[in-house]
């Protein structure tokens, strides 16, 4: 039977809405917890470490994200920084004599 024409079974007990499966109750009760994690920024709320992150990366200007790819891509002998993790092996066979300077 589709999920519309389903009798509904499964209720909340903090609101009494109903739900067909008990996976949509699961998913729905998260509404009724405390969060868990919150945004420093913006002052939002999240039920899942996952959301932050993602909110976080909204609030950091585009400097910022370059800064921590380049920083990523930084190399270890001489702390030259690359756009790219292909630019810095390239760069790497200075340091190992295969590729001139």
Known sequence: LPISTRERLYTCLKCRKKFSLSSQLNIHQRVHRKALYNSQECGRNFMLSSEQPVNQQIHKPEEDSEKLMLEKNKCNECGKNFTSMSYLNR?????????KS
């Open 91 to 99: 760069h790497m066979l200075i340091h190992t004599g295969d590729r």
